[in-house]
Nanobody, 125 residues
Framework: VQLQASGGGLVQTGGSLRLSCAFS????????MGWFRQAPGKEREFTAVITWSGGSTYYADSVKGRFTISRDNAKNTVYLQMNSLKPEDTAVYYCAADFRYDNAWSTVPHEYDYWGQGTQVTVSS
């Protein structure tokens, strides 16, 4: 399985970015997809998750109302639209895949089966 994240970059406070994560190697539809982020000196933290069908999403309180996770099962891709970015959003963003038989989702990194390589997002003040 390969997850290839892209779309990071440098943006000013209040700006927007859209991250993409291309999934290959196994049936994409069987996986819930999550985004996590890790700032320097901090632990990796949950950001957003979308169930395999796209029917449910869940966000960390810190990004709720500003970020939107979505997926295109025909393109085997998950997205994270980030609006109203703040300097505290600066981090390496990782996509991850979680195989589930049900619609329960996880916010815990070690419960995810596969990880992408990360893409850097830097928000300047």
């Amino acid at each position: 399985v390969q997850l290839q994240a892209s779309g990071g970059g440098l943006v000013q406070t209040g700006g927007s970015l859209r991250l993409s994560c291309a999934f290959s190697g196994l049936p994409f539809r069987r996986y819930h997809m999550g985004w996590f982020r890790q700032a320097p000196g901090k632990e990796r933290e949950f950001t957003a998750v979308i169930t395999w069908s796209g029917g449910s999403t869940y966000y960390a309180d810190s990004v709720k109302g500003r970020f939107t996770i979505s997926r295109d099962n025909a393109k085997n891709t998950v997205y994270l639209q980030m609006n109203s970015l703040k300097p505290e959003d600066t981090a390496v963003y990782y996509c991850a895949a979680d195989f589930r038989y049900d619609n329960a989702w996880s916010t815990v990194p070690h419960e995810y089966d596969y990880w992408g390589q990360g893409t850097q997002v830097t928000v300047s003040s």
